[in-house]
């Protein structure tokens, strides 16, 4: 088992590019992004319909309150 927190940001990124279903990795890796959201970067020119699939994803994680 690797310890993801103490990665760099690049390694972290280059690890889930490499496996993208290593679930402990993605949840250091959002933790990353929730203390510093600036270092998300989205290429110039991704599809709109993309990113809405990438954050649909991200969001059905998240638990929502119906209230």
Request: no cysteine; glycine share 2%.
């Given at each position: ?23 402990e990795a ?42």
């Amino acid at each position: 088992m690797k310890n993801f927190e103490q990665m760099t940001t690049q390694e972290l990124r280059d690890y889930i590019r490499k496996n993208p279903t290593d679930a402990e990795a993605i949840r250091v890796r959002m933790k990353q992004i929730e203390s510093d959201p600036k270092a998300v970067t989205i290429n110039y020119g991704t599809p709109g319909n993309e990113i809405e699939t990438i954050l649909s994803q991200t969001n059905n994680k998240i638990p929502k309150n119906n209230s």
